[in-house]
């Protein structure tokens, strides 16, 4: 089992930034990833990070503007967010899976967390 727990949302202003935290208890999988999902809308891939940090992958839609990274040895995965927009604004959550494969589909990922809020004001 992995129990994962994200914390560091809030509310910013267009243009500021932001640093997501998910604690990762338990057994620790190899490929963590970050989601969103805004009301009224599907859930949506963030970023994917394998286990070594050395591959990691991002939608155009962040690319540029957020960093995913890890600290094995904390179990924990930052999600550092640059340059926020008010589309920014969601819901954001840490997911776990085995493999560094299919990493932009939420149904392959086995464990989530609840979730933290970002709101972006314009």
């Known amino acids: 089992q992995v129990q994962l727990a994200e914390s560091g949302g809030g509310l910013v202003q267009a243009g500021g930034s932001l640093r997501l935290s998910c604690a990762a208890s338990?057994?620790?999988?190899?490929?963590m990833g970050w989601f969103r999902q805004a009301p009224g809308k599907e859930r949506e891939f963030v970023a994917a990070i394998n286990w070594s940090g050395g591959s990691t992958y991002y939608p155009d839609s962040v690319k540029g503007r957020f960093t995913i990274s890890r600290d094995n040895a904390k179990n924990t995965v930052l999600l550092q967010m640059n340059s926020l927009k008010p589309e920014d604004t969601a819901v954001y959550y840490c997911a776990a899976k085995k493999f560094y494969i299919n990493t932009i589909t939420s149904l392959s990922y086995d464990y989530w967390g609840q979730g933290t809020q970002v709101t972006v004001s314009s």
């Open positions: 338990g057994r620790t999988y190899s490929t």
